[in-house]
T-cell receptor
Framework: DGGITQSPKYLFRKEGQNVTLSCEQN?????MYWYRQDPGQGLRLIYY???????QKGDIAEGYSVSREKKESFPLTVTSAQKNPTAFYLC????????????FGPGTRLTVL | GENVEQHPSTLSVQEGDSAVIKCTYSDSASNYFPWYKQELGKRPQLIIDIRSNVGEKKDQRIAVTLNKTAKHFSLHITETQPEDSAVYFC???????????FGQGTRLTINP
């Protein structure tokens, strides 16, 4: 767990703004994931990447975008097209893929004002 | 695709008693089953996992059992303590699958 960092811890956004959430890992993991968690709810997959310069949409990708230019980094942009972005965002990584243990970052709590 | 159902959604037990959370999965090819514990406002943390080549795995007060024929697996916590209060998530995946599929979560409350 300590090898995955997310920043910022708290983020406030005005309606109509794009914001970017940072996720970095030093575990030398190939695969990285972004999840959204709403209060009292489970984890919903936004995007995932199994290798540098490649990523796939998860179950709720609309209104979000990602990039994977470096193995260590997988930033998530919440665009103005995401109508209800207030949530807890969790980044995770695993060695190669989904059958390997996923380790989560500490999360970013995004609030739209 | 894989679908994971988790029950119950909430569970309340007396301190010292046992707690059991059950999950069923749909993809018979799934072979990796982790359990995560999430405390309020914190990240999910892996507490135990099992692969399909074994039927049971134990770590101190925590155990997981797997029934491949029935396609279900369970988390068992014995001698529960107040610090066991949290939300627990099960998940399932297989080699080559692109994502880990999570259950809906169980909120476990340990009453003193």
């Amino acid at each position: 767990d300590g090898g995955i960092t997310q920043s910022p811890k708290y983020l406030f956004r005005k309606e109509g703004q794009n914001v970017t959430l940072s996720c970095e890992q030093n575990l030398n993991h190939d695969a990285m994931y972004w999840y959204r968690q709403d209060p009292g709810q489970g984890l919903r997959l936004i995007y995932y990447s199994q290798i540098v310069n490649d990523f796939q949409k998860g179950d709720i990708a609309e209104g979000y975008s990602v990039s994977r230019e470096k193995k260590e980094s997988f930033p998530l942009t919440v665009t103005s097209a995401q109508k209800n972005p207030t949530a807890f965002y969790l980044c995770a990584s695993s060695l190669r893929g989904s059958a390997d243990t996923q380790y989560f970052g500490p999360g970013t709590r995004l609030t739209v004002l | 695709g894989e679908n994971v159902e988790q029950h119950p959604s909430t569970l309340s037990v007396q301190e010292g008693d046992s707690a059991v959370i059950k999950c069923t999965y749909s993809d018979s090819a799934s072979n990796y089953f982790p359990w995560y514990k999430q405390e309020l406002g914190k990240r999910p943390q892996l507490i135990i996992d099992i692969r399909s080549n074994v039927g049971e795995k134990k770590d101190q007060r925590i155990a997981v059992t797997l029934n491949k024929t029935a396609k279900h697996f369970s988390l068992h916590i014995t001698e529960t303590q107040p610090e066991d209060s949290a939300v627990y998530f099960c998940a399932a995946s297989r080699r080559g699958a692109q994502k880990l599929v999570f259950g809906q979560g169980t909120r476990l409350t340990i009453n003193p």
